[in-house]
Nanobody, 123 residues
C-alpha cells in the first residue's frame, strides 16, 4: 500500500498549485480519499475529501471555494487544485486513503498516508 504525493513548492500569495497523489491501484478505486495538511507546531488538519466515484466531495471551511479535489481512478491518482493561495496555507500536505468509500473529515478514518509534500506561500 503506497501513496506518493507530489507537486508542492514555493508560490506567492494569490498563486496556484496542483498537488498529485499516485496510489497503488489495489487501494485506490474503492477508497474514499482525502487531503490533510500540517503546519509547524500545529495538529494535522482536514483539507478536502472525495468519495470513491467522485460523486461526493467535502471541504474544510478554509479550503472551500479556493481548492478543488478530484481523482482519476483509471490513473490511480488523486489531485488537489489550489487557487488564491494564502500564507496561512503553508504546510506539509498529505494524501490519505480511507477504508470507507465515502468522504470523511476525520483523520482517524484514514488508514494509509503518503509522505507529504511541502507547500510554502510567501506574502
Amino acid at each position: 500500500v503506497q501513496l506518493q504525493a507530489s507537486g508542492g513548492g514555493l508560490v506567492q500569495a494569490g498563486g496556484s498549485l496542483r498537488l498529485s497523489c499516485a496510489a497503488s491501484r489495489r487501494t485506490f478505486s474503492n477508497n474514499g480519499m482525502g487531503w490533510f495538511r500540517q503546519a509547524p507546531g500545529k495538529a494535522r488538519e482536514f483539507v478536502a475529501s472525495i468519495s470513491w466515484n467522485s460523486a461526493s466531495t467535502y471541504y474544510s471551511d478554509s479550503s472551500k471555494g479556493r481548492f478543488t479535489i478530484s481523482r482519476d481512478n483509471a490513473k490511480s491518482t488523486l489531485y488537489l487544485e489550489m487557487n488564491s493561495l494564502k500564507p496561512e496555507d503553508t504546510a506539509v500536505y498529505y494524501c490519505a486513503a480511507s477504508l470507507s468509500s465515502q468522504t470523511s473529515d476525520n483523520k482517524n478514518r484514514y488508514n494509509y498516508w503518503g509522505q507529504g509534500t511541502q507547500v510554502t506561500v510567501s506574502s
